[in-house]
């Protein structure tokens, strides 16, 4: 059996100094909150190789800025200062899947970076994040140089969740988030995605109510280390209905939904799928009465 050695650690204290970091490891494994790597049984203390980049002491990367147009969060805000922070700026999806995060020092420890980048489950932040249409700030490592780029926070996993990203030297940076919100947004996460992840649901909804009609409608379901559910198709499904829609119609819209969704994720469980159709069902009788009131 090899021994367990202590990894070298760095800790920049800029972004410059990151990428001198980048230039010279060849895949180093980065250090945010340290809840997921230290939940691995092979990453911490281990026999690998890899060198770690603590990201602790980069400032740049703890600052939430905002301007007339968006907000930027640097990928180390942890959920607890983003949630005492962000209070009367953020959008309340934000804030539901800020504090559905279980335990205060749970919420302490977990970046949004951490939880955007985790490589193979998505939950809470990248639920909400995707119905919101984040932006991720992506600076890839190459040919000996950083690029940047935008990247929508959904179209950074593929459909089981797992990210894109995740064989590549990157780092994210931070996160964009604009500042025309739906005014119907809810955020539902039912049981325990760490623990209980083959019966856990995470589902974000957004649109904006326009008379009887909806636009900018969002929504997204994961599954943890499942699926990720994102389907324009039904976004335009449901910017085409006239509200109140009659409560067949939502029943049967509801079994449209799963059908596409179990169709496209073979892995969930029909427990999964079933709570799935009662939120959205739900969310629907949500909009009828809010139309007739
Ligand atoms: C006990 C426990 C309870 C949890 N409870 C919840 C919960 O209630 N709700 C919930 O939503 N989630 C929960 N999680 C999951 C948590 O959101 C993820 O583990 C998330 O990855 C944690 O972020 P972190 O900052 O601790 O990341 P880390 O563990 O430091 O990193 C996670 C991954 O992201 C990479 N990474 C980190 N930052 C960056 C960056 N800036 N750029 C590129 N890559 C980066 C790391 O290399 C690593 O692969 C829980 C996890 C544990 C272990």
Redesign the pocket.
């Known amino acids: 059996m090899e021994p367990t050695r202590s990894p070298m650690i760095h800790q920049p204290r800029t972004l410059n100094e990151l990428s001198l970091l980048f230039q010279r490891i060849e895949k180093p494994?980065?250090?945010?909150?340290?809840?997921?790597?230290m939940?691995k049984s092979e990453y911490y203390p281990s026999p690998s190789n890899r060198q770690i980049i603590d990201?602790a002491e980069i400032e740049e990367l703890k600052r939430i800025n905002r301007t007339d147009r968006y907000i930027d969060i640097g990928?180390m805000v942890n959920a607890s200062s983003l949630l005492s922070a962000g209070k009367l700026i953020l959008p309340s999806i934000l804030k539901s899947a800020l504090g559905?995060?279980?335990g205060h020092i749970?919420r302490r420890?977990?970046?949004i970076?951490?939880?955007v980048?985790?490589?193979e489950s998505r939950?809470?932040?990248s639920t909400a994040l995707s119905v919101l249409d984040a932006q991720a700030e992506i600076r890839q490592w190459e040919e000996g140089r950083f690029t940047a780029t935008w990247i929508p926070v959904n179209r950074l996993y593929d459909k089981d969740g797992s990210l894109l990203l995740r064989n590549t030297a990157?780092?994210?940076t931070k996160i964009r988030l604009g500042l025309e919100w739906g005014d119907f947004q809810r955020f539902v996460l039912i049981d325990n995605?760490?623990r209980k992840p083959d019966t856990a649901i995470l589902v974000a909804f957004q649109a904006t109510r326009n008379q009887t009609a909806l636009t900018k409608v969002r929504f997204s379901a994961s599954f943890p280390k499942k699926a990720f559910y994102i389907s324009p198709e039904l976004e335009n499904q449901l910017s085409l209905l006239s509200f109140p829609v009659h409560p067949d119609r939502v029943n049967s819209i509801s079994y449209e939904m799963v059908h596409d969704l179990t169709n496209r994720h073979e892995s969930i469980t029909e427990f999964q799928a079933e709570r799935t159709r009662r939120v959205f069902e739900s969310f629907l009788h949500e909009l009828n009465i809010q139309t007739l009131s």
Request: contains cysteine; proline residues 6%; charged residues 5%.
């Open positions: 494994l980065l250090w945010a909150g340290g809840t997921y790597l939940s990201l990928s559905s995060i279980i749970t420890q977990i970046t970076g951490g939880s980048c985790e490589p939950v809470a932040f990157f780092v994210l995605p760490i």
